[in-house]
Each structure stands twice: as C-alpha cells, then as structure tokens.
C-alpha cells in the first residue's frame, strides 16, 4: 500500500500482495487507487486511457516497462502479459487495475509494480 498524503488530500493505492504459481497457469495481479486517476483526452492511441503502468524487476536488474496507458503492451513485451481497467468502454472505473501473466514461466519470478498518475487540484501527484 502506497498513501501520499498532502495538502491535496491523500492517495492510497493498494496493490496485490505475493503471488505464486506453477508454470503454465495464468496469474493477475491488482492495482486499486481510491481516487480516479488521471485520463488523457487527446491523440489516438491514448484517447480516454488512464494512465496506470506495469513494471518487472528482477534482483539487481533495472526495471523494465511492461504496460502503459493500462493496458498497451511496451514494445518487444510477450503477448502473455495483458493489462487491465483502461478504458471505460470495457469497464475501466478509473479505480481498478490489473495485469495478467497467461502462462507463466520461471524467468517471470520477481517483482512486479503498478505506476498510477493522478491530476489533483490541478498538480500531478505519482504513486507507486
């Protein structure tokens, strides 16, 4: 849990805690802010999309960007990993984020993040 308290008011942004599984099953983690994070109305690809992000990180590796806008795979990322909750058109609440690893393999162990965006009072607040 991530809470960034200020003169804005707070953000607390819950993420999933450990998860395990075997290889060959699938496996979602969650994300979830209790203020709608901030959604871009401009552009094509980005149109209506909250920005929520995924990273991995592997021990003493650099992170590496998964999902953007959340739920637009990063260039050269497998199609295994698919985000969730980015768009109201398919459900998205601006609340609930989630990313899924459909056949999960050994070298996927490590440590997953959720990067939110949110526009405050007109001041962009980050949690992670």
């Given amino acids: 849990m991530v809470v960034n308290r200020g003169s804005l008011g707070e953000v607390v942004v819950t993420q999933t805690p450990d998860k395990s599984a075997q290889p060959g099953q699938s496996v979602t983690f969650a994300c979830k802010s209790n203020t709608v994070l901030y959604r871009y109305e401009h552009g094509t690809l980005s149109k209506g999309r909250y ?14 960007l998964l999902i953007y806008y959340s739920d637009e795979r990063n260039s050269g990322v497998s199609s295994k990993f698919s985000g969730g909750g980015g768009h109201p058109s398919s459900g998205g609440n601006g609340l609930d984020f989630s990313l899924t690893i459909s056949g999960v393999q050994a070298e996927d162990a490590g440590d997953y993040y959720c990067l939110m965006l949110h526009q405050i009072s007109g001041n962009w607040v980050f949690t992670q």
């Fill in 51 to 64: 920005y929520t992000s995924w990273y991995f990180q592997k021990a003493g590796e650099v992170m590496k």
